[in-house]
């Protein structure tokens, strides 16, 4: 496979639930970031790994939990979400961190439509 | 906060036809890029414009990164149903935050 995949596409999940989602790219980038993406809210960062190393934490609640093992994959651990949490959830990666040069190109995932019952 | 404002948020037009969408800020960024992403796909970078009153040409789009850097403008020329998707901006090395902002997107329909 090439690019930036994420399962699961789908996911529906009670409050009380843990579940993960999961990254993998195939372009041996550097870095790789967690975004949400509301109905009705701009692309919102949530979490930037650069070289394997959290460099960036938006403000997300601890309900979220990050984990990058390798550069290659990266989780998202959800645990006990609330309904607004409801939304796509998308994966990038880049080949360095891309607000070191601000023009990198960042390559995203297809997304997990998440919803929360 | 920043606040990356594009227009309109939703646009219809029928194939063949011309449209522009708009992205504004208060903030400078060093750098803009502009993004499509089609239903169940991610977003895919089209551009990057990095110098003040740049013009950049890819087939029927014309994008244009304002003088002051804080504002930038996608021009679609004859549209066509592929083209159909949301159309996102996105700032880099805002003087006050080292986050990439992403603009609040143009929705836009092509009609054959």
């Known amino acids: 496979e090439t690019g930036v995949t994420q399962t699961p596409r789908h996911l529906v999940m009670g409050m009380t639930n843990k579940k993960s989602l999961k990254c993998e790219q195939h372009l041996g980038h550097n870095a790789m970031y967690w975004y949400k993406q509301s109905a009705k809210k701009p692309l919102e960062l949530m979490f930037v790994y650069n070289f394997k190393e959290q460099t960036e934490n938006n403000s997300v609640p601890s309900r979220f939990s990050p984990e990058c093992p390798n550069s290659s994959h990266l989780f998202l651990h959800l645990h006990t979400l609330q309904p607004e949490d409801s939304a796509l959830y998308l994966c990038?990666?880049?080949?360095?961190?891309?607000?070191?040069?601000?023009?990198?190109?960042?390559?995203f995932g297809p997304g997990t439509r998440l919803t929360v019952l | 906060t920043q606040l990356l404002e594009q227009s309109p948020q939703f646009l219809s037009i029928q194939e063949g036809e011309n449209l522009t969408v708009y992205c504004n800020s208060s903030s400078v960024f060093s750098s803009l890029q502009w993004y499509r992403q089609e239903p169940g796909e991610g977003p895919v970078l089209l551009v990057t414009?990095?110098?003040?009153?740049e013009v950049k040409k890819l087939k029927r789009l014309t994008f244009q990164f304002g003088d002051a850097r804080k504002d930038s403008s996608l021009h679609i020329t004859a549209a066509q149903p592929g083209d159909t998707g949301l159309y996102l901006c996105a700032g880099a090395g805002s003087y006050n935050t080292d986050k990439l902002i992403f603009g609040t997107g143009t929705r836009l329909q092509v009609f054959p």
């Open positions: 990038a990666s880049s080949p360095e961190w891309v607000l070191a040069s601000g023009t990198d190109t960042q390559y």
């Open positions: 414009v990095v110098t003040g009153g």
